[in-house]
């Protein structure tokens, strides 16, 4: 009796432990994707005044556009333009001169965090089109922090 209930709970363990999956759209500080093309953020600023987020790597940049910074947490509807204070657009500009706007999300939401008077900002998979290509659309990830 004692080896059944030992090879059932070893077996249960086994179940569970394989059915865990990863995170794998989890993406380190100060990083964001597109596509699956990371880039890590060499400064990360926001600017209540003009209501952006911008994170750059060299020639390589994202930026977050509200109609103005939210004081406390809020999750942001995603458009092409944010026409209210609920919405959020995204900008991400590849190459110094390949830039993609976000579409409207159909209900995808971006995360701006507030702490210390500091912004961050958590998107996943976002919609966005090749301004110069709309057959070119891709999605942009991002986990950054105002330093």
Do not use: H
């Amino acid at each position: 009796m004692t080896k059944k209930l030992l090879l059932g709970l070893t077996a249960t363990a086994l179940l569970f432990v394989s059915s865990c999956k990863k995170d794998d759209s989890a993406l380190p500080a100060d990083t964001w994707s597109v596509n699956d093309k990371k880039f890590v953020a060499t400064a990360v600023t926001a600017s209540p005044l003009l209501g952006t987020i911008s994170a750059v790597m060299s020639n390589n940049s994202i930026d977050v556009n509200c109609k103005s910074l939210p004081a406390s947490n809020a999750d942001l509807t995603v458009n092409d333009e944010p026409y209210t204070q609920d919405e959020v657009a995204v900008r991400a500009v590849l190459s110094g001169n390949i830039v993609y706007n976000s579409i409207n999300g159909n209900g995808a939401y971006v995360s701006v965090r507030v702490a210390d008077g500091k912004y961050s900002v958590i998107m996943n998979n976002i919609a966005a089109v090749n301004i110069d290509n709309p057959l070119d659309t891709v999605r942009i990830s991002a986990n950054i922090s105002e330093n």
